[in-house]
């Protein structure tokens, strides 16, 4: 697998969220993004968390103009696949909207 710059092949949208699902994503810098709470919650977007250059996500879903990632728990490392890690139950979900998966993140094509 190559990782290539988020913005040269994620222009934003639903769609384009739906595509890169179980891809893996890594931030180029640190960067802070809002813990996701769930969609059902009154307000789904929990506090600011870092998450640090090199560390690596999955593409879990799109939520609204935001991609929901889904990360290791502390101490936990990133498995093989998305279903992998979310079978574990260790795992972090965090939302950076479009511009931000953009401007900081590369993704395993």
């Keep these: 697998m190559n990782w290539k710059p988020a913005s040269l092949v994620f222009e934003g949208g639903t ?6 699902i ?3 994503v890594r931030a180029r810098r640190d960067v802070q993004l809002f813990s996701f709470l769930g969609s059902e919650a009154r307000n789904p977007l929990g506090p600011p968390v870092k ?3 090199g560390e690596m996500a999955f593409v879990a879903n799109p939520y609204e103009t935001m991609v929901v990632l889904a ?3 502390a101490k936990a490392s ?3 696949t998305l279903k992998a ?3 574990k139950g260790n795992f972090r979900v965090l939302c ?3 511009s931000e998966l953009r401007t900081s993140f590369d ?3």
Aim: charged share 30%; glycine share 8%.
């Design 15 to 20: 769609e384009e969220v739906r595509a890169l």
């Design 22 to 24: 179980g891809h893996r």
């Design 51 to 53: 998450m640090a250059r």
């Design 71 to 73: 990360l290791p728990g």
């Design 78 to 80: 990133l498995p093989d």
């Design 85 to 87: 890690l979310t079978s």
């Design 96 to 98: 950076a909207d479009w």
């Design 107 to 109: 993704i395993e094509l």
